[in-house]
Nanobody, 117 residues
Framework: QVQLVESGGGLVQPGESLTLSCAVS????????MGWYRQAPGKPRELVAA???????NYASSVKGRFTMSRDNAQNTVFLQMNSLNPGDTAVYSC???????????WGQGTQVTVSS
């Protein structure tokens, strides 16, 4: 059974930084991809960042240069370092594991990030 548990959300002021963590219990295959998504009220869920098992990353244009996704394979954990946060980054952030061979997606419970002065 695969479980994803996020942590690190909270309330910050514009310009501040925050780091999210997602701990995965269960196997992460060599072709599986992990991602961070976010959903703001009244908006569709959007992909923020994704990372392959080899460490290749891609980012949404709105966060490129400000957010960095990384992974610790030994700890089965991925991180999202978020810098220069602005109110537009306010959303529930969810961690995703996409299994390559079964195309099954696993999700964490989500963590709230609020950027406000």
């Amino acid at each position: 059974q695969v479980q994803l548990v996020e942590s690190g959300g909270g309330l910050v002021q514009p310009g501040e930084s925050l780091t999210l963590s997602c701990a995965v219990s269960g196997n992460i295959g060599s072709l599986d991809t992990m991602g961070w998504y976010r959903q703001a009220p009244g908006k569709p869920r959007e992909l923020v960042a994704a990372i392959t098992s080899s460490g290749g990353t891609n980012y949404a244009s709105s966060v490129k240069g400000r957010f960095t996704m990384s992974r610790d394979n030994a700890q089965n954990t991925v991180f999202l370092q978020m810098n220069s946060l602005n109110p537009g980054d306010t959303a529930v952030y969810s961690c995703n594991l996409h299994k390559f061979w079964t195309a099954i997606d696993y999700w964490g419970q989500g963590t709230q990030v609020t950027v406000s002065s």
